[in-house]
């Protein structure tokens, strides 16, 4: 049965979709004061406060973890720099039990949430208290109590998986959503499509949060995509579409807040696309040189999404350089002394090879432990993040 | 000849094929203007035109399906997939469709032009996702050929190898060894043969049989063994699919012992199909069991990763075990 309830006609007639300019909605200008016509969302001066630190705190993090790569300490880094105001601006118009799926560049969701930096750390050194037991590279993070799914680096695999967390959210009839993020890249994916068609079809409280950042590594985004932007793609599975400025955090804020309660109230799926820049390199492995210009990066460090709340806080007198000052040392104190103490913790059991592929560990699996024990006791040298394991001086096992 | 690195003799090939015929095109995810995140595609967009080598959107089933149609149409597309560990978006397409494009239609249509182009494999600390060595999903697929190189002289030629054989190739290019193994490579084309191993080195009383960087570790257990007399022949299977069964049984039936060595998980692992086959066709000359050194039966570890690994040590006890049977 076809269902189309399109009015016929009787010549070929084509149409690009041309008559469908989504537009972008913006806040905050760049010298903190507001576009006119535009009204601050309801933000009290405490919360407004939080997002600031977050976002703050995940550029301090980024600089000094960054350096910390350069220097040999960490294998690999990924900044969310420039990118701040979309993800935390987001994360911050939500539930704080609301789930989040994200790709590998929204540490500044967690650190909204209250991830310490210790726990930042753990993960980022994959030492012992890392909750992912060093398994992942670093950025790979995970927290079950702030509601944060554990990365996985396959792009796109967490948008589907998205639609059917919210569709259980809204079985369970609690009335919490989940928001997952990805970047314009991953918007690709067939994943990407699946999960946008699933959402509408099933009526999903689900918000998808596309960081259209303007490269997928070296990729620029018109040569991932011929339409204006990710936006346009909604129309097609008849979702909700916001386009937004995504370095203005008021913007963000109150497009997620809306997009919440649609989704929340009315099992209505929306797709927001906000528009930013990666400043930073894809990650510590990259060297964006080979693919653009500094001058280009130059116009959007003008844009600074941090800045932009920075002098709106200070226009309404919630902030002042003073305070300001303080924050970014203390920052900066704190994750130097904290990556130390991480840095020296022992790394995770041995035996926490084993655990977890399965609830328990298969008979074939532990004789292959046995057999890498024995082996690991005549060549201690050889293994020095484990010879020393309990499960390798110990007398009893083997 | 020239020095080079395995990156360098890739690009080499890949150039070698673009000059020669204009039908050879190239194209994956960041492998336009930037030569691809390992830069084994440098300077062929400058070289050959954006028509013939440029970035596809980020999208693994489209970058093989759309491969697979230029196949078809007579195109012959190398198509880049950026880490093997990303291959599975493109699984259904590869097994579904390369592989069994010639069979379904009676040989009318086939994709035998596509080779596709992975790095793979563990050791620089890529964790879960940047270390796996898939070519035991794919070995369970016929109509695909599967080759991984050792070396830059063996990359170079048979990557041109595969890009000219008649079949879907799935090329795997260890990535520990794209900057770390240099050695000489001839100028110009030169092809290796798809389907045959390489004995690397004769000796009486054990077999040493792997692949890609596995042989690196292979040579340093080797040279352990020898230091006690124990004489090793070492195979490098070039091949995984088809694999050249007659080189490892004659090896086999002379020395009577094997150890085969891979990064994959023990469990489905392709040493498990070559033990399989040489105890059938060496059953009464074996004097120890077949060997099988390989990752463990766990997703592949980050922190751990020299724990998890089937390094010289673990081959070396191997070899060890299997003599003093
Ligand atoms: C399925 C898959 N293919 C390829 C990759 C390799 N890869 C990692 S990040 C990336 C680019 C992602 O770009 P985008 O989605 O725009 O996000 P951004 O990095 O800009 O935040 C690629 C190609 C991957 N991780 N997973």
């Known amino acids: 049965m076809t269902t189309t309830k399109s009015k016929v006609v009787y010549s070929p007639t084509f149409t690009d979709g041309a008559e469908f300019q989504i537009p972008t909605f913006k806040l905050l200008k760049q010298d903190g004061s507001l576009y006119k016509g535009g009204k601050a969302p309801a933000l009290k001066k405490d919360k407004a406060l939080r997002i600031y630190k977050a976002m703050v705190t995940t550029r301090v993090l980024d600089e000094r973890m960054l350096a910390a790569q350069r220097q040999g300490r960490l294998s690999f880094y990924m900044q969310c720099t420039g990118e701040e105001a979309s993800v935390v601006g987001s994360t911050a118009a939500l539930d704080d039990a609301d789930m989040i799926m994200a790709q590998y560049r929204e540490q500044g969701s967690l650190a909204y949430r209250g991830f310490t930096i210790d726990e930042f750390m753990n993960q980022l050194f994959g030492n012992e208290m890392d909750y992912g037991k060093g398994r992942q590279m670093p950025v790979h993070y995970g927290s079950s109590k702030l509601h944060y799914m554990t990365i996985s680096s396959p792009l796109a695999t967490q948008i589907p998986q998205a639609t059917g967390y919210a569709y259980g959210q809204k079985l369970a009839g609690k009335g919490h959503c989940t928001i997952t993020y990805f970047g314009e890249g991953a918007a690709s994916e067939g994943d990407f499509h699946a999960a946008l068609n699933m959402a509408t079809v099933h009526r999903v409280p689900v918000i998808f949060l596309c960081r259209n950042n303007g490269y997928a590594i070296s990729t620029p985004s018109v040569e991932q995509f011929a339409a204006d932007g990710v936006a346009p793609r909604a129309y097609g599975y008849k979702m909700d579409v916001i386009r937004v400025d995504g370095n203005d955090i008021l913007a963000v804020y109150e497009a997620t807040q809306a997009a919440r309660k649609m989704a929340v109230e009315e099992n209505r799926p929306v797709l927001i696309e906000a528009m930013t820049y990666r400043l930073a390199a894809h990650s510590s492995s990259d060297d964006p040189s080979g693919y653009r210009s500094k001058d280009e990066e130059a116009v959007w460090r003008e844009k600074d999404p941090i800045l932009r709340m920075q002098r709106w806080l200070q226009k309404k007198k919630w902030w002042s350089e003073d305070e300001e000052k303080q924050l970014q040392e203390s920052l900066r104190k704190e994750v130097l002394e904290t990556m130390k103490r991480a840095q020296k913790r022992s790394p995770p059991p041995l035996e926490s090879l084993i655990t977890d592929v399965y609830d328990k560990v298969p008979p074939a699996l532990n004789a292959q432990f046995e057999k890498l024990k024995t082996h690991i006791r005549k060549y201690p040298e050889a293994y020095p993040k484990s010879a020393n394991d309990a499960a390798i001086t110990s007398k009893g096992g083997a | ?325």
């Open chain 2, 1 to 325: 000849m020239a020095k080079m690195n395995m990156l360098q003799a890739i690009n080499d090939a890949l150039d070698i094929a673009m000059a020669a015929n204009d039908k050879v095109l190239c194209f994956g995810e960041d492998v336009g203007v930037f030569g691809g995140v390992f830069r084994a595609t440098s300077n062929l967009q400058q070289k050959y035109g954006k028509d013939r080598c440029f970035n596809t959107p980020l999208v693994e089933q489209g970058i093989i399906g759309f491969a697979n149609g230029l196949a078809a149409q007579g195109s012959v597309p190398v198509a880049e997939i950026q880490f093997a560990d990303y291959i599975f978006p493109a699984f259904d397409q590869i097994v579904n469709e390369s592989a069994k494009f010639r069979y379904r239609s009676g040989d009318l249509f086939n994709v035998g032009g596509l080779t596709i182009r992975a790095p793979y494999g563990g050791g620089i600390a890529g964790g879960l996702y940047h270390s796996q060595s898939p070519e035991a999903y794919f070995a369970h697929t016929p109509g695909l050929k599967i080759v991984v190189p050792r070396n830059p002289h063996q990359a170079k030629g048979l990557l041109l190898g595969s890009i000219h054989d008649p079949n879907p190739t799935l090329f795997f290019e260890p990535k520990r060894l794209y900057r770390a193994s240099v050695g000489e490579v001839p100028e110009g084309e030169y092809q290796l043969p798809i389907g045959e191993a390489e004995v690397l080195k004769e000796g009486s009383d054990i077999t040493i049989l792997g692949w890609g960087a596995q042989m690196e570790v292979i040579e340093q257990a080797v040279e352990m063994a020898e230091k006690e007399g124990i004489s090793c022949e070492v195979i490098d299977l070039r091949t995984i699919l088809p694999w050249d069964v007659e080189t490892v049984a004659e090896s086999v039936l002379k020395t009577g012992r094997l150890v085969v060595t891979h990064e994959a998980p023990l469990t489905g692992g392709f040493a498990g199909e070559i033990a399989a086959t040489i105890q059938e066709r060496c059953f009464l000359y074996l004097e120890s069991p077949i060997a099988r050194v390989t990752g463990m039966d766990t997703p592949f570890p980050l922190v751990l990763e020299k724990e998890h690994f089937p390094n010289h040590l673990k081959v070396y006890e191997a070899i060890r075990e299997s003599v003093e049977f």
